[in-house]
């Protein structure tokens, strides 16, 4: 079987997963090139016998090797370089017996690939006598972040914390709520209304990029969270009685 020596990579690169169905269709930027005759140019075979040895000489093909492939937000929003070491078995000269040979796998993360995008290296399995190596197959997977969440859309998803009486009184004091973005900036939101919880508003091209529109992102979507004391003192809850509507 082929090793994945992940020692050379960030953590968490290589994570072993598997995956149902055999439908890769989207492959990440790795395409299958495959030459087709034109049927005007095919040549029409003499008998059946012909068809049943070509049939016979033809390969199986081992079942795909399949992994996941980390990456971090920061990273999708820059795009990225990944290296993965493997050592695989080679056949010898004699096309019985095998050798060990290590190889690189480079694949170049672009800007904004999705979640489930797949990554294809044909036949680069252990090489067995009369059989097609196996396909390894890397499939994107978004690295869990202490901060953020990406949507389908490739939006940003945002939880910012806000004080109870910030979201009642802010829009009277020109209070804002600092929000952080996947480049270490920082972007203020102001209040400018009462705040409920699990208000939201819409940061525009703060997101991750949008990789079929060129120089383009999404955006980043904050949903407030409001923050309840735990407990108020009598004066205070007083005041609220009768200050508050019923």
């Known amino acids: 079987m082929v090793d994945f020596l992940s020692g050379m990579f960030d953590h968490g690169f290589g994570m072993p997963g598997a995956f ?8 990440g930027g790795f395409h299958a090139f495959h030459h087709q005759g034109h049927p005007a140019y095919s040549r029409q075979r003499s008998s059946s016998f012909e068809d049943m040895s070509s049939f016979a000489r033809k390969k199986a093909q081992d079942p795909p090797i399949e992994k996941f492939l980390m990456v971090s937000l920061e990273e999708l929003l820059e795009g990225t370089t990944k290296k993965l070491k493997i050592i695989k078995k080679v056949l010898n000269p004699d096309r019985v017996t095998t050798h060990p040979e290590e190889k690189i796998l480079t694949i170049d993360v672009r ?19 009369h059989t097609v190596p196996a396909d390894i197959i890397f499939t994107i997977k978004d690295k869990p972040h202490p901060h953020f969440k990406r949507d389908h859309d490739n939006n940003i998803l945002y939880t910012a914390p806000v004080s109870l009486r910030d979201a009642l009184t802010g829009h009277t004091t020109a209070s804002s709520v600092p929000v952080p973005t996947l480049d270490s900036r920082t972007v ?39 923050l309840f004391p735990t407990e108020l003192p009598s004066a205070s809850i007083d005041l609220l009685k009768s200050a508050l509507p019923e």
Request: charged fraction near 35%.
């Open 188 to 226: 203020n939101i102001p209040l400018n209304s009462i705040i409920k919880p699990g208000a939201k508003r819409r940061i525009k091209g703060e997101g991750l990029p949008l990789p079929k529109r060129v120089n383009q992102r999404a955006d980043m979507l904050v949903e407030f969270e409001v």
């Open 20 to 27: 149902g169905g055999t439908d890769f269709a989207d492959v």
């Open 111 to 129: 800007k904004g690939w999705k979640e489930g995008t797949k990554i294809t290296f044909p036949e680069e399995g252990d090489q067995k006598p």
